[in-house]
DNA sequence: ACTAAACTATATTTC
DNA sequence: ATAGTTTAGT
């Protein structure tokens, strides 16, 4: 026999030993953070499955992302295979994993399987229909502006009024509620364009994020049979970041574990951050009232930080008013106190974290760093500095691949390939590669598509039946209409990746990047390239184009995180529920973060101050805070005056202490590398951007493997490129004229090392030159102050 | 009528 | 810095 999983409990403290043995009825695990809430999620639904018998098909453990859910099942299964093998090798069921998923994605896996009953309350649904992620519901709120003759300039912004209407429909709002209610022109405006965007959707039998969860609860609701058959199924619901669910998320937690009550949930009020996007902290903090008989276990202590990390993270946290209230302990000793760094400036901020990272690095080899920001546009300068030391970094974030233009492009073939009523997918390429279906003619067929209630698709082909429009507009839609006709039948015959390579021949989109022969384009035939291989992996692995296409609409930023990485830049939303040996929160201040749009209530500062407790209590040993007096906003403006953030005013001094002191003798040579640093990195100045990251790219499709609910297959993570060299750059010389280099020549370049020469411009003097640098990408640099040696 | 090149306004956080 | 928009050119 062996190790019983009982074994396995006398691990855990009494309060988790609890949390995992109590499994009948409403249980809240008010978990802090660092408090083992993991391993006891993990070991609960191990406890479940061995000793109550249960198949683990009857567990859904809901968690905040895919890669969350990933780890999760793999945690499960290990634990499993070390505490039960005898279990494992019984059991009948080969997939014994429990389903472990995002709410979006369970949802639509219960649309996708059970959503028939729900084209009697939502007419012209089908099985069938498309996600409309961020970008596609921004064009049909662009369509909706243009159809009702609005502007954003006397108008809300399109995002805005995005929001609004999101706002609206999770508080089950129509629009003819907000007809109904609307007293000023903004309002009656937006109604009308809720209203708009509404049919939009519904035509292309599309749902979007919020639909996913909405439409689910009232699938739930409207049919029972779907209902009792999902509560037979399920036994035991698990929902983890309880404090960020929302309205819906919530109904539906109550709509599955309506008969049988097991719902436990898991969360810490102090970390609720996605208030902006419906959260709901009430959620939490109404769970003993929600549930009168609900058992309520507290996780306090904390084996993550040290006690000073804790303590300074407490004190801010402190300031709070909406929390219910823990005191997290530690048995850790006090550990290094908190850094502070003031910097003049943004540049300056940027280096000295490069800096302190390198150093770290270089004595700690094996540490992982996390620098946190409160908004993505201060990842630039970070990067920048980061790459000026020559130190490897993995961004969370920002511009990923999916919004690579190419990409999404060819998803947006697919989309329509598989819906042609997916307007929003043929707004995106109808013109993409220019194919003489310019801004009126796609006007044109919007309008009658809108006159004659049908997608864009049906107007497109009536438009052509009825010879609407002039012989050369003609001319050109029919060969597009004739073209998705063959792409669409290619996409329902041909395997995934021969489809997307169809599509590419097909619509002329690689001729084009062909013909283009810049280096961005080269690039964006290498991204292409993978997708392509990453779709032979994914139709290996058995998925079919609608898999493929709801991946590419589930899977978040975070997902794609490589956690081998020593060094990662991210936001503080994206950092929940991770850790890090050491952590640097950069930007301390007024206006950044707390920021300046969180000035309007109290409700809004609080959630700011949560942020800044997810962000410090990330860290194991090394907390390091970092603002600047100074901090230039947009492209060349003047820099402006900062103040410190009012939360480093709420940590207790004595547990702070300020690095970069003259004083400090260490820390002058600080300045002087600074210094030089900046010299060095004047002279190497590039312009152009960064545009390889074709290994993001595979990381990205990487974690598409992990099917809803089978056996994990491998997942290789990215590979990490070999140690960076330790070298600072040196301020450049002055060099001797050198002999220009020609495309195609191996040059090595004193910090991006060796690349290859991909194009040059200009003459003499003045020639710029684009190399290739593997692990950096595409740099453009003027020659005569790069530095190249030829090899 | 469409495309490419100049111009200008701009940046919370994201499933 | 860059995405989105206007304008001039084919």
Same mark, same amino acid.
């Given at each position: 026999?062996?190790?019983?999983?009982?074994?396995?409990?006398?691990?855990?403290?009494?309060?988790?030993?609890?949390?995992?043995?109590?499994?009948?009825?409403?249980?809240?695990? @008010?978990?802090?953070?660092?408090?083992?809430?993991?391993? &006891?999620?993990?070991?609960?639904?191990?406890?479940?499955?061995?000793?109550?018998?249960?198949?683990?098909?009857?567990?859904?453990?809901?968690?905040?992302?895919n890669?969350?859910?990933g780890?999760?099942?793999?945690?499960?299964?290990?634990?499993?295979?070390?505490?039960?093998?005898?279990?494992?090798?019984?059991?009948?069921?080969?997939n014994?994993?429990?389903?472990?998923a995002?709410?979006?994605s369970? =949802?639509v896996r219960?649309?996708r399987r059970?959503?028939?009953?729900?084209?009697?309350?939502?007419?012209?649904?089908?099985?069938r229909?498309?996600i409309?992620?961020?970008?596609?519901?921004?064009?049909?709120?662009?369509?909706?502006?243009?159809?009702?003759?609005?502007?954003?300039?006397?108008?809300?912004?399109?995002?805005?009024?995005?929001?609004?209407?999101?706002?609206?429909?999770?508080?089950?709002?129509?629009?003819?509620?907000?007809?109904?209610?609307?007293?000023?022109?903004?309002?009656?405006?937006?109604?009308?364009?809720?209203?708009?965007?509404?049919?939009?959707?519904?035509?292309?039998?599309?749902?979007?994020?919020?639909?996913?969860?909405?439409?689910?609860?009232?699938?739930?609701?409207?049919?029972?049979?779907?209902?009792?058959?999902?509560?037979?199924?399920?036994?035991? &619901? @698990?929902?983890?970041?309880? $404090?960020?669910?929302?309205?819906?998320?919530?109904?539906?937690?109550?709509?599955?574990?309506?008969?049988?009550?097991? &719902? =436990?949930?898991?969360?810490?009020?102090?970390?609720?951050?996605?208030?902006?996007?419906?959260?709901?902290?009430?959620?939490?903090?109404?769970?003993?009232?929600?549930?009168?008989?609900?058992?309520?276990?507290?996780?306090?202590?904390?084996?993550?930080?040290?006690?000073?990390?804790?303590?300074?993270?407490?004190?801010?946290?402190?300031?709070?008013?909406?929390?219910?209230?823990?005191?997290?302990?530690?048995?850790?000793?006090?550990? /290094?106190?908190?850094?502070?760094?003031?910097?003049?400036?943004?540049?300056? /901020?940027?280096?000295?974290?490069?800096?302190?990272?390198?150093?770290?690095?270089?004595?700690?080899?094996?540490?992982?760093?996390?620098?946190?920001?409160?908004?993505?546009?201060?990842?630039?300068?970070?990067?920048?500095?980061?790459?000026?030391?020559?130190?490897?970094?993995?961004?969370?974030?920002?511009?990923?691949?999916?919004?690579?233009?190419?990409?999404?492009?060819m998803i947006?073939?697919l989309k329509?390939a598989v819906?042609?009523?997916?307007?929003?997918?043929?707004?995106?390429?109808?013109?993409?590669?220019?194919?003489?279906?310019?801004?009126?003619?796609?006007?044109?067929?919007?309008?009658?598509?809108?006159?004659?209630?049908?997608?864009?698709?049906?107007?497109? /082909?009536?438009?052509?039946?009825?010879?609407?429009?002039?012989?050369?507009?003609?001319?050109?839609?029919?060969?597009?209409?004739?073209?998705?006709?063959?792409?669409?039948?290619?996409a329902g015959?041909l395997p995934l990746p021969e489809a997307i390579?169809?599509?590419?021949?097909?619509?002329?989109?690689?001729?084009?990047?062909?013909?283009?022969?810049?280096?961005?384009? /080269?690039?964006?035939?290498?991204?292409?390239?993978?997708l392509i291989s990453a779709a032979a992996e994914a139709a290996e692995r058995g998925e079919t184009i609608a898999d493929f296409l709801d991946h590419a609409a589930l899977v978040?930023?975070?997902d794609?995180?490589?956690?081998?990485?020593?060094?990662?830049?991210?936001?503080?939303?994206?950092?929940?529920?991770?850790?890090?040996?050491?952590?640097?929160?950069?930007?301390?201040?007024?206006?950044?973060?707390?920021?300046?749009?969180?000035?309007?209530?109290?409700?809004?500062?609080?959630?700011?101050?949560?942020?800044?407790?997810?962000?410090?209590?990330?860290?194991?040993?090394?907390?390091?805070?970092?603002?600047?007096?100074?901090?230039?906003?947009?492209?060349?403006?003047?820099?402006?005056?900062?103040?410190?953030? =009012?939360?480093?005013?709420?940590?207790?001094?004595?547990?702070?202490?300020?690095?970069?002191?003259?004083?400090?003798?260490?820390?002058?040579? @600080?300045?002087?590398?600074?210094?030089?640093?900046?010299?060095?990195?004047?002279?190497?100045?590039?312009?152009?951007?960064?545009?390889?990251?074709?290994?993001?790219?595979? $990381?990205f499709f990487g974690e598409r493997g992990k099917s809803f609910n089978g056996p994990k297959p491998?997942v290789?993570?990215?590979?990490?490129?070999?140690?960076?060299?330790?070298?600072?750059?040196?301020?450049?010389?002055?060099?001797?004229?050198?002999?220009?280099?020609?495309?195609?020549?191996?040059?090595?370049?004193?910090?991006?090392?060796?690349?290859?020469?991909?194009?040059?411009?200009?003459?003499?003097?003045?020639?710029?030159?684009?190399?290739?640098?593997?692990?950096?990408?595409?740099?453009?640099? &003027?020659?005569?102050?790069?530095?190249?040696?030829?090899?």
């Amino acid at each position: 026999m062996a190790v019983s999983l009982m074994d396995f409990l006398k691990g855990l403290n009494a309060p988790q030993r609890e949390a995992v043995v109590h499994t009948e009825g409403p249980l809240l695990i @008010l978990a802090g953070a660092g408090s083992g809430k993991t391993r &006891v999620i993990t070991h609960r639904i191990a406890y479940i499955i061995t000793e109550l018998r249960v198949p683990p098909s009857a567990i859904l453990a809901v968690t905040f992302t895919n890669k969350a859910a990933g780890e999760m099942r793999e945690r499960v299964h290990a634990l499993l295979a070390e505490a039960a093998p005898n279990w494992l090798e019984n059991s009948a069921n080969p997939n014994a994993a429990p389903n472990v998923a995002t709410f979006h994605s369970f =949802c639509v896996r219960l649309l996708r399987r059970d959503g028939d009953p729900l084209a009697q309350i939502r007419p012209g649904f089908t099985r069938r229909f498309t996600i409309y992620d961020d970008d596609d519901q921004l064009t049909v709120i662009k369509s909706g502006y243009r159809a009702l003759g609005f502007d954003e300039k006397d108008f809300l912004q399109y995002r805005a009024a995005l929001s609004r209407i999101s706002h609206a429909k999770n508080r089950k709002q129509s629009p003819e509620d907000l007809f109904r209610d609307a007293t000023t022109l903004e309002s009656e405006r937006l109604a009308a364009l809720y209203q708009f965007y509404e049919g939009a959707l519904r035509s292309a039998n599309a749902l979007d994020f919020d639909d996913l969860l909405l439409e689910t609860v009232r699938l739930l609701r409207h049919d029972t049979a779907t209902r009792d058959a999902w509560n037979r199924r399920l036994s035991y &619901v @698990l929902i983890d970041e309880y $404090q960020d669910t929302n309205r819906s998320q919530y109904e539906l937690m109550r709509l599955l574990s309506e008969s049988h009550q097991n &719902v =436990c949930v898991v969360g810490d009020e102090d970390q609720s951050i996605y208030s902006w996007r419906g959260a709901d902290i009430k959620n939490i903090l109404d769970f003993e009232r929600d549930f009168p008989n609900a058992k309520i276990i507290r996780l306090e202590q904390n084996y993550r930080s040290t006690q000073n990390i804790l303590s300074a993270a407490g004190a801010v946290v402190e300031n709070n008013k909406a929390r219910i209230g823990k005191k997290l302990w530690t048995e850790s000793a006090a550990g /290094e106190r908190i850094g502070l760094y003031t910097a003049p400036d943004g540049e300056n /901020e940027a280096l000295f974290i490069a800096h302190h990272i390198d150093r770290l690095l270089s004595s700690h080899p094996q540490d992982h760093v996390a620098v946190l920001y409160r908004t993505n546009f201060q990842s630039r300068q970070i990067e920048e500095a980061l790459r000026r030391y020559g130190r490897k970094y993995n961004i969370v974030g920002g511009f990923s691949f999916y919004q690579r233009a190419e990409i999404r492009d060819m998803i947006a073939y697919l989309k329509l390939a598989v819906s042609q009523a997916d307007s929003a997918s043929l707004q995106r390429v109808i013109n993409t590669p220019a194919r003489g279906i310019g801004r009126a003619t796609v006007e044109q067929i919007e309008t009658l598509a809108r006159e004659r209630n049908l997608s864009m698709w049906g107007a497109l /082909e009536d438009a052509i039946e009825e010879q609407k429009l002039a012989a050369r507009a003609h001319a050109a839609l029919v060969s597009f209409r004739d073209m998705m006709r063959k792409i669409a039948e290619a996409a329902g015959t041909l395997p995934l990746p021969e489809a997307i390579r169809f599509i590419l021949e097909k619509t002329g989109y690689r001729d084009m990047l062909l013909q283009e022969k810049t280096p961005e384009s /080269e690039t964006r035939l290498e991204n292409l390239d993978e997708l392509i291989s990453a779709a032979a992996e994914a139709a290996e692995r058995g998925e079919t184009i609608a898999d493929f296409l709801d991946h590419a609409a589930l899977v978040a930023e975070a997902d794609a995180y490589d956690q081998t990485a020593p060094v990662t830049l991210m936001t503080l939303h994206n950092a929940k529920g991770l850790e890090f040996p050491a952590v640097f929160i950069a930007g301390m201040e007024q206006g950044l973060f707390p920021h300046s749009r969180s000035a309007v209530s109290p409700e809004a500062l609080e959630e700011e101050r949560r942020l800044c407790y997810v962000g410090m209590t990330r860290a194991r040993k090394r907390l390091i805070l970092t603002w600047a007096k100074y901090r230039r906003r947009f492209g060349g403006r003047e820099p402006e005056r900062s103040m410190p953030s =009012c939360f480093l005013s709420e940590i207790p001094p004595q547990l702070m202490v300020e690095i970069g002191k003259r004083e400090q003798p260490a820390e002058l040579e @600080l300045f002087l590398e600074r210094h030089e640093v900046q010299q060095a990195a004047k002279r190497n100045m590039f312009t152009g951007k960064t545009v390889n990251s074709l290994e993001n790219i595979h $990381q990205f499709f990487g974690e598409r493997g992990k099917s809803f609910n089978g056996p994990k297959p491998p997942v290789e993570s990215a590979p990490v490129r070999p140690a960076a060299q330790p070298s600072m750059p040196r301020p450049a010389a002055p060099r001797p004229p050198q002999r220009a280099a020609r495309t195609g020549m191996t040059v090595d370049h004193p910090k991006y090392g060796r690349g290859t020469v991909v194009r040059r411009e200009g003459e003499g003097e003045d020639a710029k030159i684009t190399v290739n640098f593997p692990g950096y990408g595409l740099k453009k640099l &003027v020659e005569k102050y790069a530095g190249l040696k030829r090899d």
